[in-house]
């Protein structure tokens, strides 16, 4: 366990940006604004710039009604913040997402078929 928490810690502290990830711009949601927090978990910081647009372009994909998998949207996040070198972070709310991201999936998916049915 301690070995782990090492390894961590460690590539936490190795991590650089490489570069931030790109707003999507193909979407039916609202355009990315810098001064909008669009990370659920951000509630007393600020998100840094890369941490933001991955969560804008998660949301963004799981409300596309092209209806990409939750997997694609959920490797898609992860992609992105390691592009912002937030990987360790990434991974652990990567994780997250692929144990509790489910019902809000679904949820955009059912809404994309009652949108549809109008």
């Known amino acids: 366990m301690k070995r782990l928490v090492i390894a961590i810690a460690a590539a936490a502290l190795a ?4 570069a931030n990830p790109v ?4 979407t ?5 604004k810098e001064s909008k ?3 659920n978990d951000a509630v007393l910081v600020k998100p840094s710039k890369g941490e933001n647009i991955a969560c804008y372009n998660h949301d963004a ?7 990409r998998s939750r997997m694609d949207c959920d ?6 913040m390691r592009l912002a070198g937030l990987e360790t972070t ?6 997250a997402l692929r144990n509790w991201g489910k019902t809000a999936w679904e949820r ?4 994309d078929k009652r949108q549809a049915a109008k």
């Open 15 to 18: 991590t650089t940006a490489l």
């Open 23 to 26: 707003p999507v711009t193909n």
């Open 28 to 32: 039916t949601k609202r355009p990315y």
């Open 37 to 39: 927090v669009y990370c």
């Open 61 to 67: 994909c799981y409300s596309d009604p092209q209806g």
């Open 75 to 80: 490797e898609g996040y992860l992609r992105d």
């Open 90 to 95: 990434g991974y652990i709310k990567f994780k």
């Open 108 to 111: 955009c998916r059912e809404n």
